[in-house]
């Protein structure tokens, strides 16, 4: 079911972004890995970046193709997937990571394409 419009993505973007520098400080991640706080703020930079830089209604400057941002999103979808492996994250750590991986992999499955897009 295909569902996420580029305008839904768009609106969702900013407050993800956000949460991601916020979040990991408030819930105290971290706490198995230190690299689990970090990833998350880092990784809610780059998307504010990413959502500014990208070519949708609520981009500012509009110079990057849209389909690129569902690919990086698509990316760190799976990246989150695997950190906890990776790095050896438990608990909140890991559990932060699959379900934030796995709304990111459901966001961008569920991307209704646009014709003019």
Do not use: C
């Not at 950190?83 to 932060?96: E, K, M, T």
């Not at 992999?105 to 209704?112: P, Q, T």
């Amino acid at each position: 079911m295909k569902f996420v419009t580029k305008r839904i993505h768009a609106f969702l973007d900013y407050p993800v972004a956000i949460a991601l520098m916020v979040l990991p400080f408030v819930i105290g991640l971290g706490k198995t890995n230190s690299l689990a706080l970090w990833f998350s703020v880092i990784t809610g930079i780059a998307a504010f970046i990413l959502t500014l830089l990208t070519n949708h209604h609520l981009g500012l400057l509009k110079v990057l193709p849209y389909k690129f941002h569902l690919t990086v999103d698509f990316i760190v979808g799976l990246t989150f997937i695997l950190l906890p492996f990776v790095f050896s994250f438990h608990g909140l750590d890991a559990y932060y990571y699959w379900i934030n991986g796995a709304a990111v992999l459901l966001v961008v499955s569920a991307h209704k394409p646009q014709t003019n897009s």
